[in-house]
């Protein structure tokens, strides 16, 4: 399994500002993954972070609302850009684990984000 | 584009009971994996068990256990001697495996179970 950290662990923004989310992982991983969780709903995946590449957005997710970076095996950040209260949402970082078959998605603990 | 449905939202049961949650899904694709994620109220979300779809035999870890239906496009979590830290929303979710990498999970609207003490 991989050990997952996501900064910050929660934080309430003013609509029209922007906010980066940070995530961490103790291993050197192909693939890290970003999801949204709207209150009271279940896990959209955004999109898809390979590093060295540009991020692949999910439909209805676009890069210029959600700017992801990958500058290593390790490290990813998902960036909300001109934040509305709509963007209020639990938003978590996942990495893909194991070889092969093996493979397994592991998540961070969220980013709990209020938007006012 | 696959989808994943789970019928309940919300169960109820008292502790030591067992309880199944169900879970169906709907792909036109061969290889794929099966995850059932529980999610408790401090919103991480911690892996239960993972089902191969090219593996016959349905997956177990110790107190949790499915019934793979593959025709069927069923994949059902058992939780025996229940206990009151089951307490929790449990997602089920479907990833394509394309061997060329991971794909992101697509997750069901999730069951809402709670332990009665």
């Known amino acids: 399994s991989a050990v997952i950290s996501q900064k910050p662990s929660r934080d309430i923004c003013q609509r029209g500002t922007s906010l980066t989310i940070q995530c961490q992982v103790d291993s050197q991983v192909t693939m890290m993954f970003w999801y949204r969780q709207q209150p009271g709903q279940s896990l959209t995946l955004i999109a898809t972070a390979n590093q060295g590449s540009e991020a692949t957005y999910e439909s209805g997710f676009v890069i210029d609302k959600f700017p992801i970076s990958r500058p290593n095996l390790t490290f990813s950040t998902l960036t909300v850009s001109n934040m509305s209260p709509e963007d209020s949402s639990i938003y978590l970082c996942s990495v893909a684990s194991g070889r092969g078959r093996g493979e397994t998605q592991y998540f961070g603990p969220g980013t709990r984000l209020l938007v006012l | 584009a696959q989808t994943v449905t789970q019928s309940q939202p919300e169960m109820s049961v008292q502790e030591a009971e067992t309880v199944t949650l169900s879970c169906t899904y709907d792909?036109?694709?061969?290889?794929?994996?099966l995850f059932w994620y529980k999610q408790p109220p401090s919103r991480q979300m911690i892996l239960v068990i993972r089902?191969?779809?090219?593996?016959?035999q349905n997956a177990t870890e110790n107190r949790f256990s499915v019934n793979f239906q593959k025709a069927a496009k069923s994949f059902s979590l058992k939780i025996s001697d229940s206990q009151l830290g089951d307490t929790a929303m449990y997602f089920c979710a479907f990833r394509s495996y394309s061997g060329g990498g991971a794909d992101g999970l697509t997750f069901g609207k999730g069951t809402h179970l709670i332990i009665q003490p």
């Open positions: 089902q191969e779809a090219y593996k016959q």
């Open positions: 792909t036109s694709e061969s290889n794929y994996y």
